[in-house]
């Protein structure tokens, strides 16, 4: 509840700064200090993302481990073969799920996710996480908004500011 109150507040505070009037004089000057405070803004989003993830990680005992960018990852099976690269083209199966276990997502209904691994048109972190697997490797990410779907979400099923849990298994590779 405190996570979900300091985030709107967080929201409505950049709502402000960025609606504010700039009077002519001052424009130079306020535009650094909006630089300033949505940098400083972002940062403190970031921190409180990595900290509801945390703590799901340990209310859940999972063993996982954290990147440097903020995707958490744990491979659960290594699967065989080269380690993927940028440029192989990937087939998924996937379960896309909130971290209060929301279902999303998934293969089951959609199908699989067929991608070229370094162009983009999958989350951040899927991409990242990928890199990281081999042929009929299985996984599970946890994205943060930033390595998500950012700020807006994906207009259905997955809100804004939303951290995401990601089971992966890479059934088809090929590499280019």
Known sequence: MLNSLLKITIVIALTVIVSCGVQPGEKEHKRTLTRDELISLNRRMVEIDADEIKDYVEKNNLEMTE?????????????EGNIVTKGNVVDIKYEVRLLDSTFCYSSD???TKIFK???????????????LLKKNSKATFIMPPHRAYGLVGDDDRIPGRTSIVYKVEVVGLKEE
């Not at 990147?67 to 699967?79: A, H, N, P, S």
């Not at 691994?117 to 890199?131: D, H, N, R, S």
């Open 117 to 131: 691994v370094g162009q983009g048109g999958v989350e951040a972190g899927l991409e990242e996480g990928i890199l």
């Open 109 to 111: 209904s959609l199908g």
């Open 67 to 79: 990147t440097k960018t903020g995707l958490w990852y744990r491979i659960d099976e290594e699967g």
